[in-house]
């Protein structure tokens, strides 16, 4: 009988020990998906890149992304080459970053998908801007997941703009963030 007490005491505490790491209160990424649109009246692209790092604290409510900008694709080499050495000069500022906290209650019991907002600073060709940002928040089988959506404006970040005729860029770009996060092993 004191073998089966043993027994199901340590089945019991490694149910909670299983349990405690579900609900793990800090995620990371590095593979998440960026995304930005630029729509002009004769051109529209996007730049894409699958190596959006980041993490979220849910105990701190810290959020922190970064991205280097030089794993962003256009589809189109030539227009990548021109975008990292003539606009974003990536040499230099090969990083964009938010940083921040967020500002509204989420619920990580909730299984449905809930609007988040969060305040920071967002870190781009050296200029530093507070910003802030809305998105969705759920928790998923194996972390979270996010998504979010900002506009900006590209004279804000002293990035200039191409202005040949036939590639006029608009000054706001629509920036898409999209991620799986994982519980973070500390």
């Not at 998105?135 to 200039?160: F, H, K, P, Q, R």
């Amino acid at each position: 009988m004191r073998n089966v007490r043993i027994r199901l005491t340590l089945i019991l505490a490694g149910m909670l020990f299983f349990c405690t790491e579900l609900v793990a209160q800090s995620y990371m990424t590095e593979n998440g998906y960026a995304e930005f649109e630029s729509r002009a009246p004769l051109l529209t692209f996007k730049g894409t890149s699958g190596h959006l790092t980041g993490l979220i604290d849910l105990d701190k409510n810290l959020i922190d992304f970064y991205l280097d900008l030089n794993t962003i694709d256009t589809g189109i080499r030539l227009r990548n080459r021109h975008m990292r050495d003539s606009y974003l000069e990536t040499d230099t500022y090969p990083y964009a970053e938010f940083t921040g906290t967020i500002v509204t209650p989420f619920d990580p019991d909730d299984p449905l998908p809930q609007i988040v907002t969060a305040d920071g600073k967002f870190r781009l060709h050296g200029v530093e801007r507070e910003i802030r940002v809305e998105g969705t928040l759920a928790v998923v089988a194996g972390g979270l997941s996010l998504n979010a959506s900002w506009t900006l404006m590209l004279e804000d970040y002293n990035i200039d703009r191409p202005r040949v005729v036939f590639y006029e860029l608009a000054d706001e770009q629509i920036v898409s963030i999209r991620a799986l996060l994982g519980p973070r092993e500390e």
